[in-house]
């Protein structure tokens, strides 16, 4: 079992920056990624970063490469995402979550334990 809780969403102006954080407990050895995911309202949940955890390779969305960073503190159980740039199209609820399987970091279905969420709103 894996418990994530995110922190640090907000209100922002367009051009700004957030730093949005989801920390891991309960058995965060055992996990293959964690990784960041968006819904906005009437949206479908769509992915954002990933980190894989042993090796801490990176990959991102295209909408986001080049303006948010995904990164890790292995002594914390931590990761965090950078947010730069930002766009009210980032706007949405922001999800941490962590895979335990060899399936592709980067879809939904991947994921088996995710966070409450955070609120990213990006004003223009």
């Known amino acids: 079992q894996v418990q994530l809780v995110e922190s640090g969403g907000g209100l922002v102006q367009a051009g700004g920056s957030l730093r949005p954080s989801c920390a891991a407990s309960g058995r965060p050895f055992s996990l293959a990624g964690v990784g960041w995911f968006r819904q906005a309202p009437g949206k479908e949940r769509e992915f954002v970063a990933t980190i894989a955890w042993r090796s801490g390779s990176t990959y991102y969305a295209d909408s986001v490469k080049g303006r948010f960073t995904i990164s890790r503190d292995n002594a914390k159980n931590t990761v965090y995402l950078q947010m730069s740039s930002l766009k009210p199209e980032d706007t949405a609820v922001y999800f941490c979550?962590?895979?335990?399987?060899?399936?592709?970091?980067?879809?939904?279905?991947?994921?088996?334990?995710w966070g409450q969420g955070t609120q990213v709103t990006v004003s223009s």
């Open positions: 979550a962590a895979s335990i399987s060899s399936g592709s970091l980067l879809r939904v279905t991947s994921y088996k334990y």
